[in-house]
Each structure stands twice: as C-alpha cells, then as structure tokens.
C-alpha cells in the first residue's frame, strides 16, 4: 500500500506546481476503511477520466510521466479486496479514495 500512496501523492504535488493543499482523511464505515485523499491542483480533464488507470495513459504531457502510477495502484488495491475511484474538475483539483475491507 505503501507504493498506492507514494503514486497517490506525487500526482498531487506534479498537479500543483504553484502550490496547494493535500488533505488526507481516513475513516470506517461498516465493514471497511475509507482512505482519502484531495488535492487544490489543477485537476484532471474530463475526456481523461475514463482512460485514468488504463497501463501507459497519462494526461500530464508526453515526458511528463510513464503513466503506470495509477494502473499499478488500482492493481494494488484489488488485490487487498478494495477499490479505488478519482473524481476531478479541471482547475479546482483531485480527490482520491480508496475503500478497503478492514479484514
């Protein structure tokens, strides 16, 4: 998991290159932990959302990343039985959460 955050967090610092805030909340509801993560950025285009966590997809620029962050991440915790989903609007930022089984 500990890849999951470090792929989670350096989105958000390369999204907000003038500066921001990152907020982390964590929390449990019923059977599971709820993990999330926002960011002030500049946020995601919504022609890109669909295509996020597709292997080789970026949409920072071409040199910009291998776009295998969120791909690897999304494996990663399916693989711990959770799921996880990013809502984003342009220019007003990202947020990630990550919902896990507490078992």
Known sequence: MGQVFVNIFLNAIQAMEEGGEL???AETSNDEI???????GKGI????LPRIFDPFYTAKGEGKGTGLGLWISQGIVERHGGTIQIESEKGKGT???IHLPVN
């Open 45 to 48: 285009p919504e022609n890109a």
């Open 95 to 97: 947020t990630v959460r």
């Open 23 to 25: 907020r982390i909340r």
């Open 34 to 40: 709820i993990l999330t993560v926002s960011d002030t």
